[in-house]
């Protein structure tokens, strides 16, 4: 079943449309990997569906509601939670307060929640007092994708998960992706290391200029000698 449905959209910044019309479907339980050049509207797209960016032709569909014009706060009620390549985290707070800023719609004793992030990702219950701006790379990820699930999303958006992290810690992260996704939540990523996303992903979509190029299974899209060469390193 499909989870979220993007329809044609159109979406950009000013009077510039980055996004020509895409079209992508993330199903329950998913992990579907969106590639491409730098600039191909990757991140952008990732915005609207959060929110973010104004739909401007097109539609989104979010379990089966349409999300088009909704503010973020409405989408991330809806079960929609988006982690950004960059300013993901509250550098001032600690890290448990940083957890509990991402509870801030439920209404319930979120404690628990708290204890399962720290389980999830033992580095951050070492110090949980400590201030976020002191962590590394790894650790300050780590902590953007735990705020982001103190909410139990069934979507988890996360845009280039593993940038500027170093080679243990990018394995780290893409562990505890595959670990998150084994809970039920499903994941669309941004990542530039697309060989090790679509490895883990059910599907992927190639995007080029603001449009969709291919969709295929993750396994299709890593055998396919164009892609390959163009995006994942290949000759």
């Known amino acids: ?16 449309d980055i996004l020509h019309g895409v079209s992508i479907t993330v199903d329950d339980g998913e992990i579907v990997t969106i590639i491409g050049p730098n600039g191909c509207g990757k991140s952008t797209l990732m915005k609207t569906l959060a929110g973010l960016v104004k739909v401007r032709s097109g539609a989104i569909r979010f379990q089966e509601e349409d999300i088009s014009g909704a503010p973020p706060e409405r989408v991330v009620g809806k079960g929609l939670c988006y982690v950004p390549q960059s300013a993901n985290i509250f550098a001032s707070l600690s890290i448990r307060e940083n957890l509990e800023m991402g509870a801030f719609l439920r209404k319930d004793d979120y404690r628990g929640r708290i204890n399962d992030m720290f389980d999830l990702f033992p580095d951050l219950a070492q110090s949980p007092g400590r201030q976020a701006h002191t ?7 780590m902590l953007a994708i735990a705020r982001a699930l103190m909410l139990d ?12 992290l170093s ?7 893409f562990e505890r992706i595959v670990d998150i996704n084994a809970t039920g939540v499903a994941m669309l990523l941004v ?8 490895g883990m992903s059910s599907r992927g979509y190639v995007l080029v200029n603001g449009e969709n190029r291919l969709e295929d299974s993750g396994p299709e899209l890593l055998n396919n000698p164009e892609i390959s060469r163009l995006y994942l390193g290949g000759r």
Do not use: F, I, K, W
């Open 1 to 16: 079943m499909a989870l979220l449905e993007a329809a044609d959209v159109v979406a950009g910044y000013g009077e510039t």
């Open 135 to 141: 962590l590394s790379g790894g650790q300050r990820q």
């Open 153 to 164: 999303p069934s979507l988890l958006l996360l845009d280039e998960p593993s940038a500027g």
């Open 167 to 173: 080679p243990a810690m990018l394995n780290l992260v």
């Open 191 to 198: 990542e530039h290391n697309a060989r090790e996303a679509l």
